[in-house]
């Protein structure tokens, strides 16, 4: 069983093109299905039926969100494709199987408010602080993906006139400028701050941890959640909430839904879209809590 998922998980990665993260994620999905089937007495991928997903889907119970559920399925779904289209089976059993309903989930956001506060945190006179608060900036000015940020090199940043070169999903390039208050403060942090985080050896990402290597997307989780908390935003803060943030804020002044599709990166312009819901919902907000008669 172990060979078909290795095998399975190469495929994403060479033919499919998908970032190692995604290919991670199916790797935990298989990896939680397959202790399921081990308690279960299967040993071998053609004895799983749909009633074994169903029951698989079924034990998670209220543990697992809709959405963690359905994120599941659709894993095995993929997964037995790539098994049936290799003669390894003749159907897929996850084919029949429902997913859950899933309610509307729209993206979290912060306010400016809380953006400022974020942003005021990093002690820039120190160059751990000067590199937090580029990245911060650089988070909210770019709309990038966490991993974008922490996969991001030297060779993708031009300060002048002002943009990154993002890889992102499936190695897909785009450029995004990043304004310029976030352009003098990574020119803050490459000229005052990074030469003294990088350490014996040379390092091409941009933003470095204390031991100069590059910085993981744990590490920036860690320093945004440790900002936060003194900034006191009491919403459980992530990085993709800047990224949220950024979206649904140019849309709110007016920016136009294909040009934020180019640059966030999104394939479809319909994931662009749940942003102008977003939008809708703050505005409703505003006028429930502001207007003499709600």
């Known amino acids: 069983m172990e060979n078909e ?21 199916y790797s935990v999905d298989l990896a939680h299905f397959r202790a399921y089937l081990t308690e279960s007495s299967v040993s071998n991928w053609r004895e799983v039926s749909q009633n074994s997903i169903s029951g698989y889907i079924q034990s998670m119970g209220t543990s697992f ?40 989930q729209l993206p979290k956001t912060l306010t400016m408010a809380q953006i400022e506060g974020l942003l005021a945190q990093p002690d820039v006179s120190k160059p751990p602080g000067r590199r937090d608060r580029a990245m911060f900036e650089l988070l909210y000015a770019c709309g990038l993906r966490v991993s974008e940020l922490s996969e991001l090199r030297l060779s ?29 403060c990574l020119r803050d942090y490459l000229q005052n701050g990074r030469s003294l985080l990088l350490k014996k050896g040379h390092a091409r990402e941009v933003f470095l ?21 003194k900034a006191g935003i ?23 839904l294909r040009s934020l599709q180019v640059m966030l990166g999104h394939s479809d312009i319909s994931t662009t879209q749940i942003y102008t ?5 703050r505005l409703k907000e505003i006028h429930t809590r502001y207007h003499p008669r709600p």
């Open 156 to 184: 993708q940043v031009v300060l002048e006139p002002g943009y990154v070169t993002v890889h992102g999903k499936g190695e897909k390039e785009r450029l995004v400028p990043m304004g310029e208050v976030a352009a003098e």
């Open 65 to 104: 969100s809709p959405r963690s559920r359905a994120r599941r399925l659709a894993a095995l779904r993929t997964f037995f494709s790539y098994l049936q289209k290799a003669g390894r089976m003749e159907g897929n059993p996850a084919s029949l199987v429902h997913f859950p309903k899933l309610g509307p």
């Open 234 to 256: 009491a919403v459980n803060i992530t990085p993709h909430m800047l990224r949220h943030s950024f979206a649904t804020h140019l849309l709110e002044n007016g920016a136009d």
């Open 5 to 25: 998922v290795d095998l399975f998980l190469n495929n994403l990665a060479v033919e499919r093109g998908l970032s190692a993260n995604t290919i991670a994620a």
């Open 277 to 281: 819901h977003v939008a809708r919902e």
């Open 209 to 229: 941890n204390a031991r100069g290597e590059g910085l993981s997307r744990q590490g920036v989780w860690k320093i945004i959640k440790s900002c936060a908390l």
